[in-house]
C-alpha cells in the first residue's frame, strides 16, 4: 500500500522505487537512469551479489524468480529487487494489489514495455528484521498464477473455461465408455456399481457449467468493449 501511494502521488516522468532498509545503494539510481535513456521503459535491479542468508532469503528468491519466468516467460534474473527505474505513463496505468509490485515488470513485457535489468550493489542489513522469507513462497505461487491469468486470458476468457471445459468434457467422455464396459461385461455388481457413472454424469455437467461462465465471461468483456467505443464516439462527435 505505501508504494501504490508513492506512485499515485509522484509527478515525474521517470519513478524510482527501492527498499528503506538501506541495503538498496541510492548511488545506483543513477546507473539506473543512463540504462533508461538508452530507450527502455523499465530498468530493473539485480542484486547479483546479494548479502541476505542463503536457506531463507535467497534459495526461495531463486526458485520465486524460476517459477515467474517459466509462467510468465519473462526472464529476470532478480524481480524481488524493489530499486527500479519505471516510465510514469506505464506504471500508474498498472492496478497494483497484494506483493503485484515485484511483477511489474513482467507485466510491462507483456503489454509492449521495453525491459532491461543491470546489476546493483546490495548492502548487508544491519537495521531492522525482514518481513520476507519461506513462509511467502506460498503467497507468491498464488500471484504468479494471478499474474498468469491476468496477461494470458484476460482479454480472452473463453479461452481458459473451454480448455477446463474440454478436459473434464473428455474425462466424463472416458468414464461414460468404461460404464459402458460393465455394463456390456455384466461388471456393474462391483463393489461400487454407481461411482464411475455418477462421476461421469458429474464432470459433464461441471463441463457445461464452466462453458457457460466462459461464454458469459466473453459476453460481458465484449459488452463492455462495446460500451467504452460508443463512448468514445460519442465524444469524438462533441
Known amino acids: 500500500p505505501a508504494m501504490s ?33 538508452e530507450g527502455y521503459d523499465i530498468v530493473s535491479g539485480w542484486r547479483k551479489d546479494r548479502k541476505d542468508k542463503a536457506v531463507s532469503r535467497k534459495i526461495p528468491s531463486k ?49 509492449g ?39 494470458q486470458f484476460s482479454s480472452m476468457p473463453l479461452r481458459l473455461f473451454g ?10 467422455f472416458l468414464l461414460s465408455l468404461k460404464t459402458l464396459q460393465m455394463y456390456i461385461l455384466h461388471e456393474g455388481y462391483s463393489s461400487f456399481p454407481l461411482v464411475i457413472p455418477s462421476v461421469s454424469i458429474l464432470f459433464f455437467f461441471l463441463g457445461l457449467y464452466l462453458t457457460s461462465i466462459g461464454l458469459l465471461s466473453e459476453l460481458i468483456l465484449k459488452m463492455g468493449d462495446f460500451r467504452l467505443a460508443r463512448v468514445k464516439a460519442t465524444f469524438t462527435q462533441l
Open 63 to 111: 526458485i520465486a524468480n524460476w517459477l515467474i519466468g517459466v509462467m510468465t516467460g519473462v526472464k529476470i534474473h532478480d524481480y524481488g529487487c524493489t530499486l527500479k527505474a519505471y516510465r510514469a505513463s506505464i506504471l500508474k496505468e498498472m492496478h497494483l494489489y497484494s506483493d503485484m509490485h515485484r511483477f511489474i515488470p513482467a507485466m510491462g513485457r507483456l503489454s
Open 5 to 37: 501511494a508513492g506512485i499515485d502521488n509522484a509527478e515525474g516522468d521517470i519513478i524510482i522505487t527501492m527498499d528503506s532498509d538501506l541495503q538498496n545503494d541510492p548511488q545506483d539510481i543513477a546507473r539506473l537512469l543512463e540504462k533508461f535513456d
Open 113 to 151: 514495455s521495453k525491459v532491461a535489468e543491470i546489476v546493483v550493489k546490495h548492502h548487508p542489513r544491519i537495521h531492522g528484521k525482514s518481513k520476507y522469507g519461506i513462509s511467502r513462497t506460498g503467497k507468491v505461487m498464488l500471484d504468479v498464477i494471478s499474474i498468469k491469468l491476468i496477461t
Open 163 to 172: 480448455s477446463a471445459a474440454l478436459i473434464v468434457f473428455i474425462l466424463s
